[in-house]
């Protein structure tokens, strides 16, 4: 979560310094959610997620460099410098995907494939509280239970699909229960062990009964994407709140720390300085490169 955290600030640095161009959406507040379900799969499960895609690329097995690379649309990029912030892969994970929704039923075939083939596997189908209103999902859903597809539906519900809250977006703000004849659950999308047992659960439930539906309670720091404040339709306030009493990473800090597992000194032990320091090197490169032009 804590490199999570530092490649998107990173990322956030190159696009202001114009060395990352067109889209950019950031995951910064909703690491949680990508750590917490990675850690309840394995790598032959399948992945399919929206454009705010960083983190899962990360989780995924690509390299904070590798990311970085496709930001700012390198060769050495996941995607070859041609997808950007909103398309990246890698083995068992088929995007960001650009299409506000579009990634839904896909997850479904995924998912159908992975039955047809008979493989013990689940897809992690990933949208967001503002997708969740496109008519393709309800389609994906009834497919989805027709066949008991082994996928599991995660609403990433941050609070705000774009520029609008959930509450002016949606008659029903229970997004867990939008399936209806799809089981659902609502999570805290802030705690990351909290996601990891529901994701374990979800999966041992869809290998043996169909599709599941996971609500993720998370938020986002950043706008929409960067070329959104996130501060017009939402409060200052709002945001210092969550990131003082929700924070994924100080909620995971404490809690070990409390429960005497690890001590602050080795906690400060164990941050990977040297990945840091080759991130900020790369960054100060590619800064370098454009002030020199």
Sequence with gaps: MRTIRRMETMAGNLYKAKQIRGFCHLYSGQEACCVGMEAAITPEDAVITAYRAH????????????????????????????????????????????IVGAQVPLGAGIAYAMKYSNQPNICVTLYGDGAANQGQLFEAYNMA??????????CKNNGYGMGTSVERASASTNYYSRGDYIPGMRVDGMDVLAVKEATKFAKEFA?????????????????????????????????????????????????????????PEELKKCITFPVYRRLYMWVCVVMWGHLQN
């Design 55 to 98: 983190g899962w690329t990360y989780v995924r097995g690509i390299s904070p460099l590798g990311v970085l690379a496709e930001l700012t649309g390198r060769a050495s990029g996941c995607a070859k410098g041609k997808g950007g912030s909103m398309h990246m892969y890698t083995k068992n994970f088929y995007g960001g995907f650009g």
């Design 145 to 154: 239970k027709l066949w008991n597809l082994p996928c599991i539906f995660v």
């Design 207 to 263: 290998l043996n009964h169909g599709p599941i539906l996971i609500e993720a309670a998370t938020y986002r720091y950043h706008g929409h994407s960067m070329s959104d404040p996130g501060t017009s339709y939402r409060p200052r306030e709002e945001i210092k709140k969550v990131r003082e009493t929700r924070d994924p990473i100080t909620m995971f800090k404490r809690r070990i720390t409390d429960c005497d597992l690890v001590t």
